[in-house]
């Protein structure tokens, strides 16, 4: 089987081309930056909801005195 010169060139434009890879890249990227939101928003979330039980012991127990 014998490869023609055509064939040759579009293999290596093919090689060449990155556009592709790229995309990849830039897509990982930001799922990665979206999972460090998520775990960041959820941890905030319990340290705020932690304070604001806390808060309201508080008062409660300022209350009942």
């Known amino acids: 089987?014998?490869?023609?010169?055509?064939?040759?060139?579009?293999?290596?434009?093919?090689?060449?081309?990155?556009?592709?890879?790229?995309?990849?890249?830039?897509?990982?990227?930001a799922g990665l930056l979206v999972l460090a939101i998520v775990a960041s928003a959820t941890e905030l979330g319990r340290v705020v909801g932690d304070s604001y039980t806390d808060t309201a012991t508080k008062m409660s127990e300022a209350n009942n005195r």
Do not use: D, P, Q, W
Request: charged share 25%; aromatic share 10%; proline share 0%.
């Open 1 to 29: 089987m014998r490869v023609s010169a055509i064939e040759v060139v579009m293999f290596k434009r093919f090689l060449r081309h990155e556009s592709g890879s790229t995309a990849i890249e830039y897509a990982l990227i």
